[in-house]
């Protein structure tokens, strides 16, 4: 089984994949009078196609340990999916990049507290993936009409590992 090793989520080591979202770095402004500090267009969302429109969902997922056997990642053509977790646990990151339709290498990355990520449309990914405990998150895709998801399963599957 083919090997891949986890590492730390930053926005430099994820620029290819997609949208690191905390607020770490980024442009903020206060609003409410003082009171309410925004932190500004953290990610942008898309939404194509007939009747495609953006929606916020909550997901409550079920721990998995590591290791952990890669078998299958998806991707969504219609619209972009953005996954913010609503407690300060980590999380795993599964992404690959597009070769000829298929996915390429995956990469795994782990998620400090209050990280978030953002996935273009189109960008292989694996399942959401929390690790010690149940975990929220708050999820920004799109609805509408036409397929938007595909699976792809590997031949041969990956085993994810911690350094």
Do not use: C
């Amino acid at each position: 089984m083919r090997e891949l090793i986890v590492r730390p989520l930053t926005r430099a080591a994820f620029a290819a994949f997609g949208e690191v979202i905390e607020t770490d770095g980024a442009r903020h402004y206060p609003i409410n009078n003082g009171r309410t500090e925004r932190y500004h267009a953290l990610a942008r969302s898309e939404a194509v196609g007939p009747g495609g429109h953006v929606i916020i969902n909550i997901f409550k997922g079920t721990p998995y340990a590591l290791p952990l056997k890669l078998e299958m990642v998806e991707r969504h053509p219609l619209g972009s999916q953005a996954f913010f977790p609503l407690s300060a646990q980590p999380f795993l990151v599964v992404v690959a990049p597009d070769a000829g339709g298929r996915p390429g290498e995956p990469q795994v990355f782990l998620t400090q507290p209050w990280q978030g990520v953002n996935y273009p449309r189109n960008l292989w990914h694996g399942v959401l993936t929390p690790l010690s405990a149940p975990q929220d998150f708050l999820v920004v895709d799109r609805a509408g009409e036409g397929n938007n998801l595909e699976e792809f399963f590997f031949p041969e599957p990956y085993l994810i590992r911690l350094p």
